[in-house]
């Protein structure tokens, strides 16, 4: 673990905890430290990409944006867990509904991640690699869900390299039963599989593509008060 300060986290290996969770959004990160976590410190704020390490129920536990698509989580999932010494990333999403079943807030536990995406072709495992999420961290989602009353559905995940699908494609992913789009989940799995780690994402519904129910910017940012809480309880049961 030499290989820090990094291009994109100024940071060192002690100031993360070994579990972070991981919003795409930078103020979703700094609104979690802020409001749940005790004594947040700002850890790293290279590009705006807010970092922060903290205590929840007296656990130490950090929050670290991705930003968007599977570039980005990319790099911030491989410099934590190569070079600065983290086990666990809890990715803390929203995403669109591919089922009817799913309204706004519910929470998808992504044991799966498809993609349209090219990341793994690095691991020279074309179209055999299958990026799946850690079953300790699952699990102990599945607990948290189940103790909070918490509606939520395990299963498949569909990590989008496009938001702005020219071919409108991405419904024929809900005929194969993937419950929700989203960008990241896929690129975050094969990172952590790569290290050794372990990795999760847990979305909050916060559009359908198959019913006509949408969040706006603000909602995402700030009401996903059951997905923030889920995520940090399962920080602290792992
Ligand atoms: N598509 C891709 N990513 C998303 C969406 C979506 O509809 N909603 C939230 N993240």
């Not at 100031?15 to 969770?21: E, Q, Y």
């Not at 498809?114 to 495992?125: D, H, I, K, P, R």
């Not at 607990?143 to 989008?160: D, H, M, P, T, W």
């Not at 969040?215 to 809480?229: G, I, K, P, Q, V």
Request: glycine share 10%; charged share 20%.
């Amino acid at each position: 673990m030499s290989n820090y300060p990094t291009p994109h986290i100024d940071a060192a290996p002690g100031d993360f905890a070994p579990t972070v969770l991981m919003p795409g959004d930078p103020m979703r990160s700094k609104h979690i430290a802020l409001n749940y976590l005790d004594g947040a410190e700002l850890v790293n704020d290279v590009r705006g990409v807010q970092g922060y390490t903290g205590y929840y129920k007296g656990k130490r536990v950090s929050v670290m944006a991705s930003g968007m698509g599977q570039p980005a989580v990319g790099i911030y999932s491989y410099e934590l867990f190569n070079f600065f010494g983290v086990e666990n990333i809890i990715r803390v999403g929203s995403c669109g509904s591919l089922s009817p079943d799913l309204h706004l807030r519910d929470i998808i536990l992504a044991m799966g991640a498809c993609t349209n995406g090219n990341f793994a072709s690095q691991y020279e495992l074309p179209g055999t690699f299958c990026p799946t999420a850690d079953f300790g961290l699952l699990c102990a989602a599945v607990k948290s869900c189940e103790e909070a009353g918490i509606r939520y559905k395990v299963g498949n995940i569909l990590a989008s390299d496009v938001f702005y699908d020219d071919s409108a494609s991405t419904l024929k992913w809900a005929k194969m039963g993937v419950l929700g789009v989203e960008m990241e989940s896929a690129a975050l799995y094969c990172t952590a599989a790569r290290a050794g780690k372990r990795a999760l994402s847990i979305c909050a519904v916060s559009d359908s593509l198959v019913n006509d129910e949408s969040m706006t910017a603000d909602e995402r940012e700030r009401n996903l008060t059951e997905l923030f809480s889920v995520s940090l309880e399962t920080a602290i049961r792992i």
